[in-house]
Structure formats: C-alpha cells, structure tokens
C-alpha cells in the first residue's frame, strides 16, 4: 500500500471526531442537494401528470367531419387521435353533417406548431379552422412533452434557472465541504511539517489529503445521495397530503395514480459527480495550502500567529475581559468567522422571513381576491349569476328560493343592476340589493349605514353611492331618471323584415337591441373546471321596442366609497329588491338584468355537498366562480410552498450549524495549551467556561442583528412590491397583518437554537478538555 | 522563615506494572526571599513538583504548606485563585496568550482577579523587563526573549509568594539566557522575591542561593551556594 493511502487510512481512523464532521459535511451537503434534485424532477413531473389527466391532448379540435379525422390519424407527427365527442351541425341550406370533437397527441419535432398547425389544417381540409375558437392548443402539455421547438427554448430558459440556483447552491455547498477540511487540516499542519522534514514531497503530502477526502467522500456520497432521496420523499409525502390532493383532485386515488416521487438517474449522477469534485478540489485546496508552508513553519505553527487584533470590541465593552477575549479569539480566523456567521444569518433569516412573507402573501392574495365585487369586499365563498333568458320571465327567485333552502348554504345575498339614463343624459346603474347585499355593502371602513335595511325598505327611495353629481338635483334629495321600457319583439313579427332593414331600425332608434341567454341543453351544464359563460353559441340578439318616460326619484342619503368599484362616472343607486318587485319592475320591460348571487358555506366540510348542489342545479345559475375551491388552492400551494421552504431552511440551517459545531469545537481544541495556560495563572472553571459561552453568543448574536435587519428589509420590501403591483385595500391588509418587525419572535427563537448548538459545540469538548490534567495540556504543542 | 513547607510528596502515574513514582517521599524547606535551582536529568521529577508546587497538579500523597496553608487543601475555585495570586509561573514555552498583547498579557492575573492594574507598576514593572517600548506588542511580534521577558512580567505583576519557573531559558541563546537570569536574579534581590528554578544549565543553578538536586523522584543532594563567586566566576 502506498504511504499515502497508508496515512489517510490512519488519520481517518485516528481522528474520529474531524472524520465524522467532514462526512457529516458531505453527506449533509449531498443530502441537501439530492433532494433539489428529485424535487424538481418530481415537481415537474406532478405538473405533466395533471395537466395529462385535465387536459389529456396537444391539440384539441372540434366540428371535425369523419373524412378529416382519417387524414389526421395518417399525418406526420401524429402519434393518437381520440374523439371524444359526436354531433351534427347544419349549414345555411339546412343540411347537417357528423362532426367531431377530437384530442390529437402529437410526436415531438413538428418544429414551429403555427405553421405545423396551418399545415395540418390544409392536409384535412379544415384551412379555416385556425384563430376561430374551434382549436385549443395545450401549451402547457406541449412543453411537458418537448414537442415543438418552442418547448425546448421553454425548457432551456426553465433548466437555465433552474441550473443558476443550483450552481448557486454548489458553490455554497463547496464552501461546506471546504471549512470542513480546512478545519481538518488546520490541526494537522505540524504533522504535515513532521512528513515535509522527513522527506515527503508536497505532492505526497497533497495526495495524502487528497486520498483522504476521497475515502471520505466513499462514504458520504452514497450516504448522503440516500438521505436526500428518504428525506425527498419524505417531503414529497408532506406536501401530497397537506391539502394538495383535496384541493386539486377529486379522490387520494385518483392523485397517488397521478403524482409520483420521481427519482431520475441523470440528476443523481450529477449530485454523486458534484459531490466528488467538490470533495477532491476541497482537498486538493488545502493540500496545496498546507504545502505552500515550509516544513518549520508548519512545525512551529506560525502560520497561526496572530499579527492583528482589534483592541476594542462591543463584546469587550459588553462582557468585560472574558468578552474581549471571546471577541478576540473568534477572529483569530476571520474568513471562517464570516463564513458561519454569514451562513448562520442566512438560515436564521431566511427562517424567520420565509413563514412571514408566505403570510404576508397569502392575506395579500385572499385581499386581492375579495376586492374583485361589485358593491363591495367579497367574502363568499361562491358567487354566480342568474342570467335571464329569452322568452322566459325574468324570475331570480326561484334560483335564491334554492339557494335559501340548501342546507349546506347560509347567507345568499344578491343584487341586480340595470342601466338607466338621467333626463340630463348621465349615465346611472340601479342596484337593487336584498338585505345580506346590503349589509356587505356596508362592511367596509370607510362607509356606514344610513340606515337599517328594514328602515331602508320602509323609506321607499334611493341611495346614491359614488357617481357623477349633475345627476342628482342641486339639494341631492332627487334625481331625474329617463327610464326605457323594453318590450321583446315577437318572433313572428321580426320575420317580417330582413336583418338589414332591423339594423337600419335599430340605427334610426325606431326600435332597440339588447341581450340575452337562450335556452339550450348546454347552458348552464358546467362542471367545476369550466367557464362556458359568453359562449356565442348560448348568446341571443333580442330586438325589442321601447318607450322613455321621466321620472324623479327621492333620494335617502349620498355616499362615497373607496371600496366600491365604480370605474365609471355612472350615478350608483341602491334600491331594495322589494321596490323592484312593489314599484320599478314595470319601468325596465324585457330589459336585460343579471342577478349576482353570493353564497357562503354552513361549514368547510359540506364543499363536497355544495358542489354537488350546484351540479344538479346548474340550469339555474351560471357564471360560477368557486372561490372556495381557488383560495383552498391557493392555500394549499401556499401552504406546500411553506413545507418545502420550512424544509429547506432547515436543511440549510443543518449545514450552518454544522459548520458552527466545527469552527468552535476546533477553535477549542486547538486552543488546549493556551486555555491550560489561563488556567495556570488563575483563570477559574467559571471564568472559562464564561468565557467560551461568550464566544459562542457572539456567532448567534452578530447572526441573529444582522438577521433581524435583513428580515425588517425583506418585510419592507414585500411593502414596496406590494404597493406597486397590488391594490391598495391587499396592501393595507398586509400592513396590517405583517409589520416590519413581525418575524423578530421566530428569528429570537431560531437564534436560541442556534445557541444551544453552539454551546453544545463548545461545552462538550471543553468539559473532555478539563479532564485531562492542567500539565497535559499546557505540554500540547498548539 | 520558612516561606514553603514540602512534607512527604509523593505523585505516582499509572498502576501496577505501568506504575512510574515521579515523585517520591520529596520534603523540603524554602525560606522567603531565597533563590533555588532545582536541577536533575530528565524524568527525575522536577517539573512535576513544579507543577505540584505551583497548584497545577495534584499529588497522590504529601502537604504543601504555603505560608503554613495547606495549597492542596482548597476546592478548584480557589487552587485557580492561589495560582492567579500566590504564584507565579514561568515556562519554557512563555504560554501567553497570543491574542493579548504584552502589557494585557502582563496584567492578566490582576484581571481576572477582578482587580485594577497599578500603571505605575505596570510602567515600572515594563521599565524593569526593558519592554516600554514593546508594550502594545502581541506575543507574534515580539522576540523570544521579549516574550520570555513578558512571562516574567506576568508571573511577578501580583506579587505573589513564590516563582516557579521550569527551564525559563531553555528556548532561548545564550545572550537572552544571560539577560533573563539575570532579570530573575534581579527581581529576587530587589524585591526580596522566593522563587524556584528548574534547570539543566549548571551556570544557572551556580547563581542560585540554593541547588537541589534531583534522581528518580527523590532528592540526592541538597546544597547551599554562594551566588556572588559563580557570579564573579
């Protein structure tokens, strides 16, 4: 065996402690890394897994004939044609012909899809079908799949990112593994002397610590590679069930058959190949550093020799001479002092930064999210439309009877708004609330009742809410409206005339045309996932007759409101439901309204039950939106989001205080003599273990400053963001909730971990210290 | 008077077949002001009843009496206190603390006794070891003599009983062996200080009130000597 291998043998085994911290090093580092890794192949996987299982098709077409459909499944490329839909449509003479809804599965290599896409159109002779509403092109599942040549500038720019972060991390990780032996090394220099006098070459004395490295790395490679992967999946796990399959999918099965914990051998051949250079230039690093000493500079340790100190230090003032000490003796290496109180900062901030921001955005985005309403902050968990449709009478009722009846929903309000004129030609919108509307109305801060709904109802009038003044009469006790009533006109009499002659009517305001939603078997047939509202297809032009009458309207009291979204200069009105019933009905006609509905859940566990509430309903409401569901999955991402950065951070923080736990048990150790020496003038076992607790407080409590100043400028930075790309009523949410200093509670208690450990690093071996005699140690050669 | 009273020391390592009696069955006498040279080949036992003597070790038997108080008789706390007040060690290696320098290192008994170092001793004291000018100095940037200098200083700022110094000038040439001595003989006579000196350097012990000679832990001559004709020797 060569001498080499020999020594590196003997020293790992002769050097337990320094043998174990540098594998912890590298296992920790691997570790860290494996798990990025297999998380992100994972994360990427899951991503392709659901966007399969929604939308399953690169391509979707719909009105296919049966003839385009074979030439499809025969074009280049094409790798699966799936129809998943049969029905007629007619053309202008009446004819109908069989038609399709396909989903094409594309090969990859089509190169760009626009001009693949007119091609194909072109082959099957469907050359219209482009920009016509009658394709979807998944993109997501395209780039998934790799299967144009944009997905692949897709991932480029997605691996280049994800690849920066990594490097990053690397480098980090390196400086890991470097302290480690570094620090190894630094107590080995006078033996390394010893072998330079003998007549080691300083290539044997590098190869040395080379081969030892490497024997290290032999182990704490795979070990760390394999603790990655546990503690991934581990990880993987926690996310799955911290709501994420309750929130994305509609059973555990459904999501276990879809998500899978990815391990990809090319990315843990990477970590191995990483781990083992990082390993070997460590080594090979402080080989070269260890030889650049001549041999009687290592031997006499004056590459230790301290030629500066700082003759005053806050710790000093603080601590008196213990602190001075501590002070002194932590900067007796100060690349290493900054790089773990460095490293320690970023783990402590980063943990007390991390949840806060996380809540900082999820109020935020819950803020954003309710501002979306009409007359007010929208906390419902459901809200929907009653449309009215052509040729049935205009009836929200039955739809809010529903509604009032369903067991698991409690707090329905609605409102609806028609437009209106004042005689001086102002725009107005009427909104006629029931009480729960009017009531929400009314939730914000900045705006107060005028009164209760039942005095409202009794008063027979009108609140103006926001608008354009010169609507309303110089007292503000009335407006002047010019009310239109419309009356549909019947089919029979439209056949009459050609649709250009009711233009030029409607034109010349001999008649008028307004909307509204035909009955047809699809309307309203929505599931959860789909918004079929503005469908053309569903959408009726309603030619109707109209006469305007005058009227004077008593208005109850004039507000303003912030909160309220009113982008136009329309006089807002607000009028009780029962006025429209009693009094205002007879004023609109057939004109087009729409009922907003707003509901609530009896509890979080009756979704399920809502939903399907809703599903058997659906001909009642459309224009759904779940904000149950969509702020359940925002928390759910917010809240896996929080698993893996709490994971992380605790990874990271591992690795801080690993490197703490070898600075300062090493700084102890080395200093064996030098202590035994205080003790031989005096110094007591209170002084120095005083002494030694300081040293350690100073790594935590420089950390812990420098933590707290980083958090205050990340908090206030989440301010700025958010004022500029949020809404005011979101910021103000967040100001609220999350002050500058709100993440100084978890920095203090991260920092309170932190020094245990230290102190655990630093008591331990000086307590071993103590046991050998005062004489046996001050004979330690430092 | 007698300043220190060695009675029976003994200090044995290791058991049964290992056993090793560093010391054995060693008394002895120092009077107060008295200036003795320890001296014996190696393993004889000299600087572990230095280190006995100066509170650093414990011995397996015997009494050390300083100024009649039994040194071995107190708990950790205050062994570390009578080290830090009742004597002062020089080693071979000077021991100072790389990050103070050499005024801090001087004075850093008196520190951690709690007390306020005498600038006027202190200057005194650096006058006396011919460091004024070295006195902000760190212990890296200051000579081998300078540093042994600044052991010195450490060992007599707090006045204590006794000076036990093991081969003060062992690390050190002949000139610097020569000054340092000579500093010690100095500090003995001037300020009347006890102090014990281990040494292999026969010149040395000549200029000692005293030699005691040492082989196998035991005492095999002790002898008086007239300092002033080594001197003029």
Known sequence: MQFESLLARRYIKTQKRHSLLTVCSIIAALAMMT??????????????????????????????????VDKLKSYSHVKEVKVIADYEIEDENGSKTPVHTVNVTLEKGIGDIASYYNKMCEAIGHDDFYGYGRVNIN?????????????????????????????????????????????????????????????????????????????????????GIGLGLLLGYGLFRVILYSGIIDAFFTSEEKALSLLHY?????????????????????????????????????????????????????FGLLFGWEGKL????????????????????????????????????????????????YIGPMNYDFSFARMEYVGEPFGYQEGYRLLEESPVLTDTDFYFRTSSKTVNDEGVQILYVNEHAWNRLFSADDLEAPMTYAEFEKAGGYVAINGSENALSADKQSAQLRTRCLTAIPEEELAKYTEDELQEMVENDTITRT?????????????????????????????????????????????????????????????????????????????GKTVMMSTRLVSDDDYQAAVQFFKTNSREFTNYEDHFSMMRQIRSVLGAIKIGGTFFIIMFAVIAIINMVNIVSTGILNRKSELASMQCVGMTDGQLYGMTIIECAQFVIIACVAAIVLCALATWGTHVFLHDVLTLEAEEVVRGNVGIFSSVPRILLATGAAFVAALAASVFPLRRMQRETLVDRIRTVE | MELLKIDHLCKIYGKGENEVRALDDVSFTVPKGQMLAVIGPSGSGKSTLLHILGGVDRPTSGTVLLDGQDVYKQNNKNLAIFRRRQVGLIYQFYNLIPVL?????????????????????????????????????????????????????????????????????????????????????????????????????????????????????????????????????
């Open chain 1, 139 to 223: 993109r997501t599942l395209m780039d998934y799949d790799r299967i144009d040549e944009d997905a692949d500038f897709h991932a480029v720019i997605s691996y280049a990112g994800y690849a920066i972060y990594l490097i990053i991390l690397a480098l980090i990780l390196r400086l890991v593994i470097d302290t480690a032996f570094e620090v190894s090394s630094k107590e080995r220099e006078r033996q390394f002397g010893v072998l330079q006098s003998v007549g080691a070459t300083p290539n044997q004395i590098r190869g040395i610590i080379v081969r030892e490295g490497l024997l290290l790395s032999v182990i704490g490679v795979p070990v």
């Open chain 2, 101 to 233: 320098n050499a005024e801090e290192n001087i004075t850093l008994p008196m520190i951690m006794d709690g007390r306020k170092p005498d600038q006027k001793q202190l200057d005194d004291l650096l006058k006396l070891l011919e460091l004024s000018d070295r006195r902000k100095h760190l212990p890296s940037q200051l000579s081998g003599g300078q540093q042994q200098r600044v052991s010195i200083g450490r060992a007599l700022f707090t006045s204590p009983g006794v000076i036990l110094a093991d081969e003060p000038t062992g690390n050190l040439d002949s000139k610097n062996s020569a000054e340092i001595i000579a500093l010690l003989r100095k500090s003995n006579r001037e300020f009347n200080q006890t102090m014990i000196i281990i040494t292999h350097d026969e010149n040395i012990a000549l200029q000692c009130d005293r030699i005691i000679s040492f082989s196998d832990g035991k005492i095999v001559s002790d002898t008086m000597n007239t300092p002033a004709a080594a001197e003029e020797a």
């Open chain 1, 35 to 68: 798990v990025l890794m297999t998380c992100f192949t994972t994360l990427t996987s899951c991503m392709a897994s659901r966007e399969r299982d929604v939308r399953p098709y690169h391509i979707q077409m719909i009105d296919v004939p049966d003839a385009a």
């Open chain 1, 515 to 591: 909307g509204g939603y035909k009955r047809t078997d699809s309307v309203g047939s929505f599931d959860l996932s789909d918004d079929e509202t503005g469908n053309e297809d569903i959408f009726a032009k309603v030619y109707c007759n109209y006469t305007e009458t005058d009227r004077t309207v008593k208005i109850l009291s004039c507000l303003k409101s912030d909160n309220i979204l009113t982008n136009n200069m329309a006089l807002n009105l607000v009028a009780p439901v029962s006025k429209y019933e009693n009094e205002d009905q007879a004023w609109f006609g057939d004109m």
């Open chain 1, 262 to 314: 990815e391990i990809q051998p090319v990315p843990l051949i990477i970590c191995a190949a990483v781990g083992f250079i990082w390993v070997f230039l460590s080594a090979l690093g402080t080989g070269t550093r260890v030889i650049r000493m001549t041999p009687i500079q290592a031997i006499s340790n004056r590459s230790n020799t301290i030629k500066k100190v700082k003759k005053h230090s806050v």
């Open chain 1, 326 to 373: 501590a002070s002194r003796n932590a900067r007796r290496q100060p690349k290493r002092f900054i790089v773990t109180v460095l490293s320690l900062t970023l783990s402590i901030a980063m943990f007390g930064m991390f949840s806060v921001l996380v809540d900082n955005f999820t109020k935020a985005l819950e803020s954003t999210i309710v501002v979306f309403d």
